[in-house]
């Protein structure tokens, strides 16, 4: 079982089956499901170590997009009256504008985390500090290093100021409630907001201790291109920054299938070994996770309980009833005050790597 935050809410994955739950401002619940089928499934060859980490990471990615659109459209964001552009992007290419939006966020972010991650450091430290301030070639593998401490300034700077945005910070505590709910199933006591709250916010699987540990080997494999690759120091500047961006680049799916293994052993194995490699990665969760309230929580046993229906018997006819959608019959102050006293069973009950590992996010 996995799970990632969302816009007032909290999407749970469990097999094939991917749960969002949000809370609109009338306080009432919107449940919707898509189907994901990991190409890992189909193709057995695809699940061997390593390379499971990368199917895994490029389906999570996707995975992620959906799930925030499916939370903006339960939300009503895309409710208000259509533009041409979007009238046209919908007829031509079948999408509307939040996908879209996303779509080039996500790829505006992946350039940014390139130019954050990999080629600043690389030229605050190769250029500025080594060859500008000491003249060149005085750090040797200590570049590597250095990098790493920059990269990780660079990762809880990012983190601390996002979390000064009320927005943002109520995905926090959403993401709090996810990990608990999850906290709670695992420890096999009854899934209610009263018991998910005594259980931490932290989690082993999360998708922020992944990122953090990737940031730790990131380090290693600086230390590793430098020493088969002595050259590229020797190159004029701007060609060795480039060409190091581009083995970096080259061995990211490495690192990442390196990084998921880790995360998949930590989540199922608690060791000295595991504790002390986990210990950032949970720590940095301070900052990426907040305490939610029993109304955060109840969205994401709803979604948990939604993903697991046929270990829940009373949501599976919770899910199949569909409260959340207006009846033709219904007002929609009677379909908001549906939702809110139906079913018995489940808001009492439901008042919270991914596929394993941590898909969590």
Not at 36 to 57: A, C, E, T, W, Y
Request: glycine share 8%.
């Amino acid at each position: 079982v996995g799970g990632q935050a969302v816009l007032e809410g909290v999407m749970m994955k469990a097999d094939d089956h991917v749960v969002t739950t949000c809370r609109k401002e009338d306080g009432s619940l919107v449940v919707t499901e898509q189907k994901f089928d990991s190409v890992r499934q189909k193709h057995k060859i695809l699940d061997l170590p390593i390379l499971r980490g990368i199917i895994n990471f490029v389906e999570t990615m996707i995975l992620s997009v959906h799930t925030l659109e499916a939370s903006a459209d339960a939300l009503g964001i895309e409710e208000e009256e259509e533009t041409k552009f979007e009238k046209w992007l919908k007829k031509h290419f079948g999408v509307g504008i939040v996908r879209v939006a996303m779509v080039i966020g996500t790829i505006l972010g992946l350039l940014l985390a390139v130019g954050l991650f990999i080629f600043l450091p690389r030229f605050l430290v190769q250029t500025v500090l080594d060859r500008w301030i000491l003249g060149g070639g005085r750090l040797g593998l200590w570049a590597a290093v250095l990098e790493g401490v920059i990269k990780i300034a660079v990762f809880l700077s990012y983190l601390a100021l996002v979390t000064l945005m009320p927005e943002i910070k109520r995905v926090f505590m959403y993401h709090g409630a996810e990990h608990k709910s999850i906290a709670c199933f695992e420890a096999g006591d009854e899934l209610t907001p009263e018991n998910a709250m005594k259980h931490k916010r932290f989690h082993p699987r999360c998708g922020t201790s992944f990122m953090f540990f990737m940031i730790l080997l990131g380090v290693l494999a600086g230390l590793f291109i430098r020493m088969i690759f002595p050259g590229i120091e020797e190159l004029p500047t701007a060609l060795g920054n480039l060409i190091y961006t581009a083995i970096r680049l080259l061995i990211l799916p490495l690192v990442v299938g390196i990084g998921y293994e880790f995360i998949r052993y930590a989540g199922k194995h608690e060791n000295l070994f595991t504790k002390i490699l986990s210990a950032p990665g949970l720590w940095v969760q301070r900052l990426t996770t907040k305490e939610p309230t029993e109304d955060m929580l109840e969205c994401a046993i709803t979604s948990l309980k939604c993903s697991l229906r046929d270990q829940y018997p009373e949501f599976m006819a919770f899910y199949k009833e569909r409260p959340w959608e207006p009846k033709p019959e219904e007002s929609a102050e009677e379909a908001s005050a549906g939702v809110e006293e139906a079913p018995e069973g489940a808001s009492d009950e439901a008042e919270d790597e991914p596929d394993e590992a941590g898909a969590e996010v």
